[in-house]
């Protein structure tokens, strides 16, 4: 049964969005349904999964629900795969519920019935059946990325369902859903986490948000429930009263619960472990703590999910001691990362093997661009905490072919770089073949995202996307960055040591605590996502009092060379003492 359900290939899974639901994890979300179920008043109920697969969710369902019941129970299942449709009804066919109906269709066309004309599906009772009114809607919908959505399925997408910024197929589906859900019913759907803390996840954040009385949200992090690379999360709404749609939000508190592995956690609160023998132990009984299974180690949060006022902002799952603490560093914060400066992302070539390389010196002298325009590239594997790591930047240069002519942002002109062109010449074809470049009408030989070629010569903090710690690293040689780290220079006019003092916050344990419970984007095994939309609106103290001078004081020395680690670690000591003190908490270290 195992290997059936697991036999698609990995590229066909990518494709459709079809990573079956693990059987534990289907019985935790219909149970959660169930619970907010008021069976005593249930005269029927109709209960939809509009990408059933092999039934998973709805044989959870119909094994979960109260026996003396389920004869009252219609279960409705869309599914686009035959195949797999077939499977689901072999699965479901001889329990007693009331009335079975399968139906082998694209859910997003069949829905398109009622506001948006449907070619693909002619029997209309069945598309009202599953497309309006439903009272449950139980769901794991194909999560397909734009990238491998294609651009035009994605544009079609964002128009028919109103959404904007990078489009998944998850999205579209939690509106069809909605669509399809009396109000009052329950949704109960499990999709990729990150629609809680991205920016690309503001059109879904609120959505949610205006649709459905939020009941619980579960953000089941790392725990590698689930075969699909992404991080799931459960989420369980009662959908509102149309009219009630239209205020902001709702005033119902949600309850959240977090769940992630502990590998490089900080301020880890409460040192004693308990033992727990599942992971779905603890989601059921979520109780804050720490909790040891099988010689893992996970952290679990609970508490109520307080909405931001706007849907920029990620939904924070922090308790509430978090939260008086999060309140406490943000009241004692005298400007954010962006007031200050400027993080932007590195270059993108989208041709590194070409523009990218180790080997220029060897290269025969007519190909061998000139020094002028090979330029040192710091890249993720250069990150360090202060500083790069050795002369890393120097072992990569990236044949750079932009400049600055009379003041303004330009391409070289081959002409006057003869042995440049002569290589990029070899490379042409590959380069031309770069479909962005062509469609933007670039020159052939340009870098995708070049960035500012004058900004590379001022002061700046690198980092790199995704690390399991911070590590902001200075440079002052001018480097290039890679499209795989992110820099920050200081806005014009503003005081040099502003830089140390970002970088001292930026790579404290404080700041980490922060960054977990402001963004909560974590990956696999403890690595966290830096990204510009976060490390910009980090706090920062007041850049003249006391504390910060300090700070300012001993980030220099960090930067000035590298220290012995006996040294390096009294410093970052240090350091942390003195960012808790510029935000008025207590110092947090690792833990
Ligand atoms: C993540 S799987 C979930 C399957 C099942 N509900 C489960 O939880 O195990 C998503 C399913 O959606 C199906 N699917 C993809 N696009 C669809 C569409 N437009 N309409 C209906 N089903 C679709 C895929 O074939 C796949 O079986």
Request: net charge neutral; with cysteine; glycine share 4%.
């Amino acid at each position: 049964m195992r290997a059936m359900r697991s036999s698609k290939s990995v590229t066909l899974k990518k494709e459709t969005g079809s990573h079956f639901t693990p059987p534990e994890l289907a019985r935790f979300v219909a149970s959660r349904i169930i619970n907010v179920l008021r069976l005593d008043s249930l005269h029927s109920l109709t209960v939809l999964d509009p990408a059933c697969g092999d039934g998973e969710l709805l044989l959870a369902f119909a094994k979960s629900f109260p026996p003396d019941h389920l004869q009252r129970v219609t279960f409705l299942g869309v599914e686009s795969d035959a195949s797999a449709l077939e499977r689901a009804r072999e699965r479901l066919i001889n329990l007693p519920m009331g009335r079975l109906e399968l139906m082998n269709a694209d859910f997003l066309g069949l829905c398109d019935g009622h506001q948006r004309q449907s070619e693909l599906f002619q029997d209309a009772l069945s598309r009202n059946a599953c497309c309006e009114n439903v009272d449950v809607i139980i769901a794991n919908p194909p999560y397909v990325r734009t990238q491998v959505l294609g651009s035009q399925k994605a544009q079609d997408l964002a128009r028919q369902f109103a959404l904007s910024g990078r489009v998944d197929l998850y999205h579209a589906f939690l509106i069809s859903m909605t669509e399809s859900l009396f109000p009052g019913g329950i949704i109960g759907v499990i999709t990729s986490n990150r629609y809680l803390s991205t920016n690309s996840g503001a059109t879904i954040r609120q959505f949610l948000a205006s649709q459905y009385d939020i009941l619980e949200v579960f953000d089941l992090g790392d725990t590698k429930l689930f075969e699909a690379s992404v991080l799931p999360s459960v989420f369980i709404g009662r959908r509102r009263p149309q009219n009630a749609t239209d205020r902001k939000h709702s005033s119902h508190a949600a309850r959240f619960v977090r769940i992630y592995e502990q590998f490089n956690e900080v301020d880890c609160g409460p040192r004693k472990e308990r033992e727990a023998d599942s992971v779905y132990t603890l989601l059921e009984a979520a109780d804050t703590g720490i909790y040891r299974i099988s010689g893992r180690r996970y952290k679990v949060s609970t508490g109520s999910l307080v909405l931001p006022p706007h849907s920029t902002e990620p939904w924070v799952m922090a308790t509430s001691d978090e939260r008086a603490w999060l309140n406490t560093v943000n009241t004692r914060a005298k400007f954010r990362v962006c007031d200050l400066a400027i993080v932007r992302v590195g270059i993108k070539t989208t041709a590194d093997e070409v523009f990218i390389r180790k080997d220029w010196s060897d290269l025969p002298e007519d190909v061998r661009p000139e020094k002028e325009l090979l330029l040192p590239l710091l890249s993720h594997d250069c990150a360090d905490r202060w500083l790069a790591k050795g002369d890393c930047a120097q072992s990569r240069q990236v044949l750079y072919t932009h400049e600055i002519r009379k003041g303004l942002r330009a391409t070289i002109e081959l002409s006057e770089y003869p042995k440049a062109s002569a290589y990029l010449q070899k490379h042409r074809t590959r380069l031309e073949a770069r479909a962005y470049v062509r469609e933007a009408r670039r020159k052939w030989y340009e870098i995708w995202v070049p960035q500012d070629p004058a900004a590379w010569i001022q002061p700046k903090l690198v980092f790199p996307d995704i690390a399991p710690e911070p590590l902001f690293f200075y440079d002052l040689r001018g480097c290039i960055v890679d499209g795989n780290c992110y820099w920050i220079v200081l806005k014009p006019n503003q005081d040099p040591d502003l830089l140390f003092l970002i970088q001292g916050v930026a790579n404290s344990s404080l700041m980490t605590h922060y960054h977990d419970l402001s963004f909560s984007n974590k990956l696999y095994a403890g690595r966290r996502r830096y990204l510009t939309q976060y490390v910009q609106k980090y706090p920062i103290p007041n850049p003249t009092a006391e504390p910060s001078r300090q700070i300012i004081s001993l980030v220099k020395d960090l930067v000035s060379e590298p220290l012995p680690e006996q040294a390096l670690g009294k410093i970052e000591y240090e350091l942390e003492l003195l960012v808790a003190s510029a935000f008025g908490v207590d110092p947090v270290f690792a833990c």
